[in-house]
T-cell receptor
Framework: QKEVEQNSGPLSVPEGAIASLNCTYS??????FFWYRQYSGKSPELIMSIYSNGDKEDGRFTAQLNKASQYVSLLIRDSQPSDSATYLC??????????????FGTGTQLKVEL | GAVVSQHPSWVICKSGTSVKIECRSLDFQATTMFWYRQFPKQSLMLMATSNEGSKATYEQGVEKDKFLINHASLTLSTLTVTSAHPEDSSFYIC???????????FGPGTRLTVT
């Protein structure tokens, strides 16, 4: 079982719709959760971090965390063509000696269609 | 804030030569920096974790004698690919942590092509 799992996609949504990206993780002691956006040929960009159960909103983005279900999601409202990218879920277990190392999922490719 | 730069952005070198890539945190001090490699259409692969003033910690399967990492200050880490071969051609990306648990900010990456 992979430590961080994401559906590779592509996930296609029409412009203006809500895109829902999901991620599950296997390490129950994970403490910090992140969503990165990566455009083709570019490096990842941090867009959301979440540390406690519930929802966290930032503009059009909402991150949702459910530690009991080991599940973290990212909602993108009013999706735009510029949101088309690969979204990486990352988890930090904060184990002794692990420091701030992140475990990344393989990413979900999002396509927002006109 | 939390800006990380990398230099060069791309480099072409001949097989057998060495290439040095610099990673700098511009507006914060980074006690920890990370080096990743990404092949086309694949996910990020962590190569090593670099702490200022100490030896880097390499991930399993990464040759420490081939990928030399130096973290000389709180704002600079370097990766040297020694005796590069065509199979080392990849996108090398560094990231830095600004102290917030788990948060990493990525540099723009360096595309290495070995001919």
């Amino acid at each position: 079982q992979k430590e961080v799992e994401q559906n590779s996609g592509p996930l296609s949504v029409p412009e203006g719709a809500i895109a829902s990206l999901n991620c599950t993780y296997s390490d129950r002691v994970s403490q910090s959760f992140f969503w990165y956006r990566q455009y083709s040929g570019k490096s990842p960009e941090l867009i959301m971090s979440i540390y406690s159960n519930g929802d966290k909103e930032d503009g059009r983005f909402t991150a949702q965390l459910n530690k009991a279900s080991q599940y973290v999601s990212l909602l993108i409202r009013d999706s735009q063509p510029s949101d088309s990218a690969t979204y990486l879920c990352a988890v930090n277990s904060d184990r002794q000696g692990g420091g701030n190392k992140l475990t990344f999922g393989t990413g979900t490719q999002l396509k927002v269609e006109l | 804030g939390a800006v990380v730069s990398q230099h060069p952005s791309w480099v072409i070198c001949k097989s057998g030569t060495s290439v040095k890539i610099e990673c700098r945190s511009l507006d914060f001090q980074a006690t920890t920096m990370f080096w990743y490699r990404q092949f086309p259409k694949q996910s990020l692969m962590l190569m090593a974790t670099s702490n200022e003033g100490s030896k880097a910690t390499y991930e399993q399967g990464v040759e420490k004698d081939k990928f030399l990492i130096n973290h000389a200050s709180l704002t600079l880490s370097t990766l040297t690919v020694t005796s590069a071969h065509p199979e080392d051609s990849s996108f090398y990306i560094c990231s830095a942590n600004d102290g917030a648990p788990g948060e990493q900010y990525f540099g723009p990456g360096t595309r290495l092509t070995v001919t």
